[in-house]
């Protein structure tokens, strides 16, 4: 169970990553977006619980967040790795998810 983890965890990194790659060279990641959405898991009192096992989607969806119409998210582990869900705050406009905070 924690290769097939490991390896979902790596195909949605790496569909991010494509993603990410899809933004001009000229924008600078999103860091304010990505400052906004640590700040609001500390106030939702999950980011231990983040930090040490993810965080599953339907718990982002309960706090606002929205995939995006091109998202599949069939596709992206659950839950989402705190590294997965830094990256896409990064993302800009060219992130999975719409992000209420950013």
């Not at 600078?28 to 983040?50: F, Y």
Request: with cysteine; proline share 8%.
């Amino acid at each position: 169970m924690k290769k097939l983890t490991a390896t979902l965890a790596a195909a949605a990194v790496a569909s991010l990553g494509a993603v990410a790659t899809a933004v001009p060279a000229s924008a600078a990641p999103d860091t304010a977006c990505q400052q906004a959405g640590l700040k609001t898991l500390i106030e939702a009192r999950l980011m231990d619980d983040v930090a040490r096992g993810g965080l599953p989607i339907a718990t982002a969806v309960g706090l606002g967040v929205a995939p995006r119409a091109t998202t599949d998210v069939s596709a992206l582990p659950d839950p989402l790795p705190l590294s997965v869900i830094l990256a896409d705050h990064r993302a800009g406009s060219s992130s999975l998810f719409v992000y209420p905070w950013c």
